[in-house]
């Protein structure tokens, strides 16, 4: 799965050249958690709501409501913004996004194609393509059978649906200590029949999950 399939496209971005001021009223309006900043068709940084606190006057200041408000329409994003962002290509796996998020520490990766900005990646669509990836929203059945680490165990198993002219939808395999669970999605709710097939070849359920 690329991160062009599941990347927010074309996301709004500001100019450095933004006051505080414009930029703390564009957060409130936008309700967004961050923005790209791009000057002349170039990403330069990246501006978020902790930033903009960094540069902000704190509660203890003596200024006055009047003094604060001059204070931010003067100070611009250039001088709050991260600078050194981190990035990834377009074309990159949704897991290499998810691994640089990890090893940094980060919640949004802007996406560049020709070194244009894109679009933008988050913590959010990883989660979403997740519950995609695994069928989870979708009706039927949902079984987690114990299988041998070995060649050919998703075969044999797979023989079973096949047999049963039923269509696996979804599939994922989690490693174990010699062992592994494979979970299997099909679109049938009756499974008594599937779990006959499979307890005859000696294959335990550990789990079952009908979504209606």
């Known amino acids: 799965m690329y991160i062009k399939n599941r990347m927010t496209k074309n996301p709004y971005t500001i ?14 309006e936008k309700r967004f958690k961050r923005f ?18 960094t ?41 290499e996004a ?24 988050t913590e959010s669509d990883i989660f979403d393509a997740f519950i995609d990836l695994l069928g989870f929203k ?11 680490d070995v060649p050919g165990g998703i075969a044999d198993i797979s023989e079973v649906f096949s047999s049963l002219h039923i269509n696996i939808t979804h599939i994922a395999m989690f490693a174990g200590n ?15 029949e599937i779990e006959k097939r499979l307890n005859e070849k000696g294959y335990k359920i550990k789990h079952v999950l009908i979504s209606k």
């Open 98 to 121: 998810a691994v640089a998020m990890r090893e940094n520490k980060i919640s949004t990766l802007p996406v560049l194609e020709k070194g244009k900005l894109v679009g933008i990646i």
């Open 55 to 95: 540069v902000s006057p704190t509660k203890a200041t003596s200024l006055s409501i009047f003094e604060v408000n001059y204070f931010l329409s003067k100070i611009t994003v250039k001088e709050a913004m991260t600078k050194k962002v981190i990035t990834i290509e377009a074309d990159c796996l949704l897991e």
């Open 15 to 28: 100019p450095s050249s933004t006051t505080i001021a414009d930029a703390v009223a564009l957060f409130r």
């Open 178 to 192: 010699g062992v592994r669970d494979l979970v299997i999605r099909s679109s049938v709710s009756d499974i008594s």
């Open 138 to 148: 979708d009706k039927g059945s949902r079984i987690t059978i114990e299988t041998k």
């Open 36 to 53: 790209p900043v791009v000057d002349n068709g170039k990403l330069v940084g990246v501006l978020t709501k902790g930033d903009i606190q």
